[in-house]
């Protein structure tokens, strides 16, 4: 058996996320589906790095599957003849087999599209976000920097989570303000179930003042959720960059 990355872009608007489903469509199911049709197996199984919410977008994301024998020489080009328009594979990268596209990532990076005016051609790939033009910008900001503090996020983190434990190493957390256009950037060795979603939400709410700096101080302290917490919609949030130390 030998292993390969496939690395690869999605809209995942009419998807349940990346992982499979019962009874709704997902990137996971596709994709194997469509390998199973191209290597002429029963089944393909495919592992990604790591799970996206369902309405979740991904700029670049890797998942690695086995195959004995020699791949279809086209593999990149029949497959994506065969996924639908939003699945894009980019390529097909032979790598070690003990590579491993979840656990051997070491960085991964998100970003969250805001927009303050509504645009027909982001519809799907951004939130308008009505109110933002009345926010303060500097709590905004602080807010999110004050994340960078702390190691533990049980604060930011969906209930009934299966991870053994809350800590993530943040290495980045800021907004970027444009005129119309508003992104905030996170960077991490991992990140929780919905925690992205949550952070932007209650970064939102303390540009409102719904959301006080040392209430936040204070959650983070003791590993407490928010009162006004906020899990603002999946349409805005990318998948962007993933490091391997191979890749």
């Not at 996320?17 to 019962?22: A, E, L, S, T």
């Not at 709590?139 to 996020?153: G, N, P, S």
């Amino acid at each position: 058996m030998s292993r390969y990355f496939l690395e690869l872009t999605y809209n995942g608007t009419r998807y349940n996320g990346y992982q499979i489903q019962p009874n709704a469509p997902s990137i996971q199911e596709a994709i194997q589906r469509a390998l199973a049709v191209l290597l002429r197996q029963e089944h393909v199984e495919l592992t990604g790095c790591g799970r996206t919410d369902a309405g979740v977008h991904a700029l670049q994301y890797f998942a690695h599957f086995d195959f004995e024998g020699l791949l279809p020489h086209n593999l990149v080009y029949s497959l994506n003849g065969i996924l639908k328009k939003d699945i894009v594979i980019h390529r097909c990268i032979p790598v070690q087999d003990r590579a491993h596209a979840r656990f051997d990532a070491i960085s991964r990076s998100y970003v969250y599209h805001i927009d303050l005016r509504p645009n027909p051609f982001r519809q799907e790939t951004a939130y308008y976000c009505p109110f933002a033009q009345n926010l303060d910008k500097e709590l905004i900001q602080a807010a999110a920097a004050l994340l960078l503090e702390y190691k533990e996020f049980d604060t930011f983190c969906l209930a009934n989570t299966d991870t053994p434990t809350r800590r993530c190493d943040l290495r980045r957390s800021e907004w970027q303000f444009e005129t119309w256009q508003w992104q905030y950037h996170v960077s991490s060795d991992r990140f929780l179930r919905g925690m992205i979603r949550l952070i932007v939400g209650m970064c939102l709410n303390a540009g409102r003042g719904k959301i006080k700096l040392e209430d936040l101080r204070t959650a983070l302290d003791n590993q407490l959720s928010l009162e006004q917490a906020w899990s603002a919609p999946a349409s805005g949030l990318f998948l962007t960059d993933i490091k391997y130390p191979y890749i």
